[in-house]
Structure formats: structure tokens, C-alpha cells
């Protein structure tokens, strides 16, 4: 019985996300019309990322608390949440910064390819394809604050809010492994029936997704622990989505070979790890400073 609601929880979130991606799946199979398929998308995306958050609110009901004051637990929108949350986005800049020099000392990426993509499509030359690139990627800022977050904080409420305060509200391993396989995991039919993040490698790339999300989590957690919200975890989430597509973009590697070790493979998994290490230095420094 004590487990009821936490089953309750991981019961619906992941049965509502896997009828999201087969009920896609059915959708638009023979479906040709670009537009039609991108809404499609647009709708699901949205919706399953929503699926923690009504597991959440199903759970926190079985265990017959409010739901309205357990979710405004979670955001505890205060002083040193918003700074988080403002602060949090430039964290993914710097993954992808990590990633970029990574890629260029190995040779596996080519800065110069979405620039050529833009000014193909646009029919623009390339220093005004290199400007716009330029944008879009300051741009990214906002976006990860205002539309990625409204779609990111359906996640965190689930996994960073009501999992993480679950499992007691301390950003140990156990938690890191648990909260991001759970994560993980919750991807895999979206992974291995749609091809997110893996078109290629499917199912394979399942437990590189579920390694990918453990690090990503020993990230958010240091956060979420650190501001005591998941507000900060909400902006990271929502710069990841924003940015973390210019990995794809930049590569020089095609098929499996790219989804392996691009940036949702072992490039990406280096430059987040390094990212994780950095922040626990700074954030264990920070700690030292106010205790002396």
C-alpha cells in the first residue's frame, strides 16, 4: 500500500506517453502532407510531455493530498528559483560549446553546414545565413524561458517534482539512477516506433537515451536541490530542446554512426558529463564560500 501512489504514478505516465506514440504512429502512417504531419507532431509532443504531469496529479490523489499544493511545492516560484531559472539555460551554451570543440578536435563536425542549409533554402548569401544562424542561437535563450518551458515544466513536475520528492528529496546516486532511467525509459516507445532522437538506430538507442537522461538528471537535480524548485530545471530542459538540435545539424556523420556518437551518443554523453562535473565544482565551491 505504502507504494500505491508511486505505482499509480509510473502506471499512467508511461501508458498515456505509449498510446500518444501509437495512436502518431497510426496517425500518419501514408500520410504525405507535410504540414498535416508537422501539426500532428506538434500536438503529440506536447501532449506527451504532459503525461508525467497527470500521473503526478493521479498519484498525489491516491495518496489524498492537494494537487495544487504539491505542484506549487515543486515550482516555489522564489527569489533564488528565478535566479536559477535565468541562470540555468546558459548551462546548455556551454554543453553545446563542450560538444562543438569535442567534435571539431575529432573531426566529425562541420560548423559550416547549417549555414549552407539556411542560405540554400532561404536563397540568401552566406554572411546573411551566418547572421541569422546567429540569432537563432541567441534566440534560443528566449525561447527556452517562454514556449520550451511552458512544454518542459509537464515533464519536470513529473520527474523532478513529484518522483524526486518521493524518493526523499536528495540528489544521491540512487536518486540520479532511478529519476533518470525512469526518464529514460518512458522515451523508449517513442525511440524504438517514431525513431525520437534515433531514426536510425531505434530500439538500440533506447539505453544510450537512458545513460544520456541519468547524466542530464544528476545535472538537474544538483539544481533542483540548489534553488529548491524545479524552475531551473524547467529552463535547462526547455535550452536542451532549443539547442541541442545544432549537434544533428553539424555533423559530418550520417546513419548509426552519427546517432552514436553525435550529440545524443557518446560526444554528447562527454560534453554533459564534463558540464556535470564543472557544475558540482562550482556548486560545492559556492557551498564552501557561504559555510566559511
Known amino acids: 500500500m505504502a507504494y500505491r501512489d508511486l505505482a499509480a504514478f509510473i502506471a499512467a505516465s508511461f501508458t498515456l506517453a505509449t498510446l500518444a506514440d501509437a495512436l502518431i504512429l497510426t496517425a500518419t502512417q501514408g500520410t504525405s502532407t507535410h504540414l498535416l504531419v508537422s501539426r500532428v507532431a506538434l500536438l503529440w509532443g506536447v501532449f506527451r510531455m504532459y503525461t508525467p504531469t497527470i500521473g503526478a496529479a493521479l498519484a498525489i490523489r491516491v495518496s489524498g493530498k492537494s494537487v495544487i ?12 528559483a528565478i535566479y536559477w531559472y535565468f541562470l540555468a539555460p546558459l548551462i546548455a551554451y556551454l554543453a553545446l560549446g563542450i560538444y562543438m570543440l569535442l567534435g571539431l578536435a575529432l573531426n566529425v563536425l562541420d560548423l559550416e553546414k547549417p549555414v549552407e542549409m539556411i542560405a540554400e533554402q532561404a536563397k540568401l548569401p ?4 551566418r ?5 537563432q542561437l541567441v534566440s534560443a535563450y528566449i525561447v527556452a524561458l517562454t514556449l520550451n518551458a511552458f512544454c518542459a515544466v509537464g515533464e519536470e ?6 518522483l524526486y520528492k518521493r524518493l526523499g528529496y536528495t540528489a544521491n546516486a540512487r536518486n540520479t539512477l532511478t529519476i533518470g532511467a525512469v526518464w529514460g525509459l518512458w522515451h523508449a516507445t517513442a525511440i524504438g516506433l ?3 532522437n534515433y531514426p ?6 533506447v539505453p544510450i537515451f537512458a545513460v544520456f537522461c541519468i547524466i542530464l538528471s544528476a545535472l538537474m537535480l544538483s539544481l533542483v536541490s540548489r534553488a529548491g524548485s524545479i524552475l531551473p530545471s524547467v529552463s535547462l530542459h526547455g535550452a536542451l530542446n532549443a539547442l541541442w538540435g545544432l549537434t544533428i545539424l553539424t555533423s559530418r556523420l550520417e546513419g548509426a554512426a552519427g546517432e552514436l556518437l553525435g550529440g545524443n551518443g557518446l560526444l554528447g554523453l562527454a560534453s554533459l558529463t564534463t558540464v556535470c562535473f564543472a557544475l558540482s565544482m562550482f556548486l560545492k565551491t559556492k557551498r564552501d564560500q557561504v559555510e566559511a
Do not use: Q, T
Open 131 to 135: 547572421a541569422i544562424l546567429l540569432v
Open 157 to 162: 513536475i513529473g520527474w523532478r517534482g513529484y
Open 194 to 196: 517514431l525513431g525520437h
Open 69 to 80: 499544493d504539491e505542484f506549487r511545492s515543486y515550482l516555489n516560484p522564489k527569489e533564488k
Open 126 to 129: 552566406v554572411e546573411a545565413a
Open 200 to 205: 536510425v538506430l531505434r530500439w538500440m538507442g
